[in-house]
């Protein structure tokens, strides 16, 4: 900025010596002008941020992390090929997977966890809208709140302040999702033969609720790891409201 205004003084001091009133107050227009525009192109702001541009900022911010998290949750290999969200054999159920792949089922086994990613894939097609819903509910507080926190507050004030309501807007997306890719082709063979083996604890993990928690939790990871592109690169600062107000903490 220092540099920026050396040339705009030059043309002033020289006005003061040669030029005539009208002459004089329109060079000084321009070196105001020239200055405002100086400020702008090195991210420098004039004035304040208002309450409403620091909420639709951060909603703006949640709108472009979700939209872009279930776009990359929802393609093909979104969850399954993604070793951060990947869905395992349901862990209460570990020693059904053990014992499948001892007794030669281990191709099952493959094809049920895969299957499980693809319910996964399937119903985040259906969660920006119920993520955006829940955005708009956000105050001037938890704006905030949020722009001065920490790298995932924005995340964090959506986990905490919409679980509940999303996991029961997500699991008849998710029940759907599985019936879709037929889960139970693939889960009742390894389970049934299981539980046929003598003296064994009878097992039936609830694999709606299952997936359900399991796309949620990843769902939520790569929302995280959008916050944190938008609050830390520039780039991923697409629209002007998101420059101002994310540009208002880095600068």
Do not use: H
């Amino acid at each position: 900025m220092r540099k920026s205004m050396i040339p705009i003084l030059s043309v002033i001091a020289f006005a003061f010596n040669s030029c005539t009133t009208q002459q004089l107050q329109q060079t000084a227009d321009a070196a105001v002008k020239a200055a405002a525009d100086a400020m702008k192109t090195t991210g420098q702001t004039t004035t304040p941020l208002t309450n409403e541009e620091v909420i639709n900022g951060l909603r703006e911010a949640l709108t472009v992390g979700t939209n872009n998290s279930s776009g990359l949750a929802s393609k093909l290999d979104g969850f399954y090929k993604n070793p951060a969200i990947f869905i395992p054999f349901p862990s209460e159920a570990q020693k059904v997977k053990e014992w499948a792949v001892n007794f030669g089922l281990g191709t099952k086994v493959d094809a049920f966890e895969m299957n499980l990613n693809r319910a996964a894939e399937e119903a985040a097609k259906g969660a920006a809208p119920v993520f955006i819903d829940a955005i708009k509910g956000m105050t001037i507080s938890d704006g905030f709140a949020i722009l001065k926190g920490t790298d995932n507050a924005a995340t964090q004030f959506l986990k905490d302040k919409t679980s509940v309501q999303l996991k029961e807007k997500f699991r008849p997306v998710v029940q759907d999702a599985l019936t879709k890719v037929q889960i139970t082709r693939y889960w009742n063979p390894i389970i049934t033969a299981y539980n046929r083996v003598p003296l064994v604890q009878q097992m039936n993990p609830d694999l709606e609720a299952y997936v359900t928690d399991k796309a949620m939790i990843g769902l939520f990871k790569l929302i995280e790891d959008e916050e944190l592109k938008i609050r830390k690169d520039p780039v991923a600062r697409v629209t002007d409201i998101l420059k101002r107000v994310f540009g208002s903490v880095t600068n």
